[in-house]
């Protein structure tokens, strides 16, 4: 039986109780921060959008009826339609399966990536130290926006393209911050205790110092996902990430940019999307930060 | 069991040890104590692999061939180390059973399980402690768990390198009572670095003195207690020991 | 008049089980002397030393009837006036160097540091200034220490640079929590020394917590046996042999000596006190 007793138990009798209470009390000091749940709210809602959006969605994100277009805000177009007469609602609906897709993708590809970089970087220190930070740095002294947009420009435009540049260009926060982590425990006994008992330097970095840098880099990635939307929707904007007739947030700004001043929901209601996801990840970052901060953690 | 001959240590052109010798034997134990910064960490560290660089003889265990060295794995098997600060020498996100079944992992044991248990019970922590976070535990319990760790690999060779100088009074005499133990039962062979001369006199069998990275003297533990080290350093730690 | 008198100091952390006092209701008051404060691993020997300097880690919180320091009540001050105390009125020395300084930066710098946040001294003085002190802690050669990382120091050199750190600043009321616990008997005696100066000439007011109980009995004017969060006894300095608590005799029983010839020493039962 899972009861809070038994969750919070000092002493855990298997190994399984034990990483379900430090998970229990995780997830209870989560609730205790209003803001960080209505972050989780709003995450909760961007994840259930797009998992049921062709059935959320009054009408098809991609054909419009032209006799329709540039409709304001009604009971038929809760937020109006756009140039080609398309239902607005339903394109920001589907969006959000756009955005989430270029959000997974980017943290899949760019947290393990910095964070391997980070850890071998700080632990074996030394030239390993210096080419990896150098390259970090080349990369860093770039704008992410800049960046993303030259590697768009190479590899041509496309969601795919977007993607894998907006990778690249965010992994190297999460290198530096791996690495300033690891500096400061490099030198403790308890990896010299691991070294003595003969641990390969594979198995040091992957099991005893990547956990200890990983709740510095979920808190950054979810505190980053805001920065990766208005990224991934600038692209979108400048017409280099998805292209027409996908239903991007930020190629729908751009495309309603044209008529601001007349129809103004055009670009106003995608953009208040982007504006409410991404304060959803700052506050569930926020939170997250609070909770995960190790120097909450007592020793004594 | 430990055969230490001419060992020097630099740093960045700074000696701190010079041409240090000593010896020993199967189930004995041996201190090292002496002035602070002397270079007594440093002989453990080079004795524990940890070092990249020296010169001179070191022997440890089944080893006769000094021509080819140990290899991490190998040594980890004859000698393990116990460190001062049991604040710092565990790992702050991994249970008791993880840390001491890492070593087990390591080297391929099987039956992990029992053998975690009986470690528990040979240190004299209860097991319903198995599954906890380092800080739920006390000083002298974190020490109990490092002891624990070391002897995993069941090495014949314990390194200690002020293993009680953290901890109060009375854990300090239950650690001090269990390491005695764990020796008679074992046949453990201790080098044990302390600045605490009672100490070296309740567990040791013969001390080195250092003083600036050089053995200044070497004795056994009756001219200890009867005050009759040879050394004027030797002396002066005697003195100030015993009257302040 | 007393430097600081302390009354019915409580700490409270909240825990999954209650809320639980780790300090309760300590009361002791301290001239320009040296107090000493023994006692077993958590007793709240640490805690009180951070209570008193406004240092009790985040959920901790700290009450008490009285804190007085130098006419001063501690108990409203902001964070802004309490780190303006530290350092320049009152310091502590904390108990574990390796944590205690940042691991990244050269022990040189982060003395400078220390003088840097309190003082008004120049570049050129505050490194004399450092060496200097360095020295007084007995550090040979102190110019190839001051350029060391923390982690390439040794453990007793490392609680020195703490105590160097501190006694730069000369201040009014200091702390020491375990500062000699890695010194060899030689060293620590004259690092005592310089606290023991700081004491006679400048009038300072020392705590020092320690859990070497023959140094403490010979070296401090008073001393308070802490158990639990409570002072379970006062002795005055030399009469650590005539306790009158089991506890505070069986602390004293379980320490080895010089001419140990027990198998087994004595360890403290917790059941019966
Ligand atoms: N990685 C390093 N780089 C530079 N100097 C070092 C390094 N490690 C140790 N040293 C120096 O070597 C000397 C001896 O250090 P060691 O830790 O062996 O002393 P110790 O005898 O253990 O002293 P203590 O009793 O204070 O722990 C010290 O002067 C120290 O500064
Ligand atoms: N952050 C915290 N949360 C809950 N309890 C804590 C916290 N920090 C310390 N404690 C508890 O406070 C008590 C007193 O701790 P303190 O550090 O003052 O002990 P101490 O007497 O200094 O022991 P030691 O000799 O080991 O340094 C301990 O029982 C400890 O478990
Ligand atoms: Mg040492
Ligand atoms: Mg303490």
Not at chain 1, 149 to 173: D, Y
Request: glycine residues 8%; hydrophobic residues 45%.
């Amino acid at each position: 039986m899972i009861t809070r007793g038994w969750l919070l138990s000092d002493d855990p009798e298997t190994r399984m109780q034990a990483r379900l209470g430090v998970s229990y009390r995780l997830a209870r000091d989560l609730m205790r921060n209003p803001l960080a749940m209505v972050g989780l709210m709003i995450i909760l809602a961007l994840l259930l959008v797009a998992a049921f959006a062709p059935w959320l969605a009054p009408y098809s994100p991609v054909e419009g009826t032209l006799a329709d277009r540039l409709q304001p805000p009604s009971a038929a177009h809760w937020m109006g339609t756009d140039e080609l007469g398309r239902d607005i609602l339903s394109r920001v609906i589907y969006g959000a399966r756009i955005t989430l897709m270029i959000v997974l993708l980017v943290a899949i590809i760019s947290a393990p990536l910095g964070l391997l970089i980070g850890t071998v970087a700080g632990y074996f220190g030394g030239w390993v130290d210096r080419v990896l930070m150098g390259l970090t740095d080349i990369f860093l002294s770039l704008p992410r926006l800049v960046l993303a947009l030259a590697f768009v420009a190479a590899l041509g435009p496309g969601i795919e393209n977007a993607v894998i540049a907006i990778a690249i260009a965010a992994w190297p926060v999460y290198a530096r911050i791996a690495r300033a982590e690891v500096l400061t425990f490099r030198n403790s006994e308890f990896l010299d205790a691991i070294r003595m008992q003969g641990a390969s330097r594979l198995r040091i970095i992957a099991r005893h110092v990547m956990p200890l840098c990983i709740s510095s880099t979920i808190v950054r990635v979810t505190l980053d996902m805001a920065g990766i939307i208005l990224t991934a929707a600038g692209l979108g904007f400048l017409g280099l990430g998805a292209q027409p007739p996908l239903p991007e947030w930020g190629a729908m700004i751009s495309r309603g940019r044209s008529f601001i001043l007349d129809q103004w929901w055009v670009a106003t209601m995608p953009g208040f999307a982007i504006v409410i996801v991404s304060l959803g990840f700052c506050l569930f970052g926020d939170g997250l930060r609070d909770v995960l901060d190790p120097k909450q953690r007592s020793r004594g | 069991m430990i055969h230490v001959k001419d060992l020097s240590v630099s740093f960045s052109d700074v000696r701190v040890l010079h041409d240090v010798s000593f010896d020993v034997a199967t189930g004995e134990s041996f201190a090292l104590v002496g002035e602070s910064g002397s270079g007594k960490s440093t002989i453990l560290k080079a004795l524990a692999g940890q070092l990249p660089a020296f010169t001179g003889t070191l022997r440890i265990g089944e080893d006769n061939d000094t021509d080819r060295p140990f290899s991490a794995r190998d040594r980890a098997r004859q000698v393990q180390m116990v460190f001062q600060d049991p604040y710092g020498s565990l790992h702050p996100r991994r249970t008791i059973d993880d840390t001491l079944n890492e070593p087990l992992l390591i080297h391929g044991l099987p039956d992990r399980d029992s053998k975690v248990i009986a470690m528990l019970d040979a240190v004299g922590l209860p097991r319903r402690f198995r599954f906890r976070l380092p800080h739920q535990l006390s000083g002298g319990q974190r020490q109990r768990v490092a002891i624990a760790r070391a002897l995993m690999l069941n090495p014949p060779v314990l390194l200690l390198d002020e293993p009680t100088s953290a901890l109060d009074v009375s854990v300090q005499a239950e650690i001090l009572n269990l390491l005695k133990s764990l020796r008679e039962e074992k046949n453990l062979t201790f080098l044990l670095v302390t600045h605490d001369l009672p100490v070296v006199s309740f567990l040791c069998d013969r001390l080195a003195i250092l003083h600036a990275g050089r053995i200044v003297e070497t004795a056994n533990t009756e001219a200890l207690r009867s005050g009759q080290l040879s050394s004027s350093y030797g002396q002066e730690l005697f003195q100030r020991s015993v009257y302040g | 008049m007393s430097l600081l008198s302390v009354e019915n100091l409580r700490v409270t952390f909240p825990t999954d089980h209650g809320p639980a006092d780790v300090v309760r209701g300590l009361s002791f008051t301290l001239g320009r002397e040296r107090l000493g404060i023994v006692g077993e691993s958590g007793s709240g020997k640490s805690m009180t030393g951070r209570a008193i300097m406004g240092l009790v880690p985040a959920p901790g919180k700290v009450t008490a009837d009285q804190l007085m320091f130098n006419g001063k009540d501690l108990r409203g001050l902001s964070e802004d006036e309490r780190r303006d105390l530290r350092g320049t009125a009152m310091s502590m020395v904390l108990q574990d160097p390796k944590f205690s300084l940042n691991p990244v930066i050269r022990i040189g710098e982060q003395i400078e540091e220390a003088m840097a946040v309190h003082g008004t001294l120049g570049r050129r003085e505050r490194r004399e200034r450092a060496l200097e002190a360095l020295t007084a802690v007995r550090i040979k050669d102190p110019e190839r220490v001051a350029r060391l990382f923390p982690h390439e120091v040794s453990g007793g050199m490392g609680q020195r640079v703490m105590i160097a750190m501190m006694v730069v600043l000369e201040p009014a009321l200091m702390i020491a929590d375990e500062p000699t616990s890695a010194l060899d008997v030689s060293v620590r005696g004259q690092v005592l020394d310089i606290l023991a100066d700081l004491v006679s000439r400048r009038g300072m007011g020392l705590i020092l917590i320690s859990h070497d109980l023959n140094m403490v009995a010979r070296w401090c004017d008073r001393i308070l046996v802490m158990y639990r969060g409570e002072i379970v006894e006062e002795i005055a300095s030399g009469a650590l042999m005539d306790a009158q608590h089991p506890y505070t005799r069986g602390l004293v029983a379980s320490l080895p000596t010089i001419d140990e010839t027990r198998d087994r020493l004595p360890v403290l039962d917790r059941g019966k006190l």
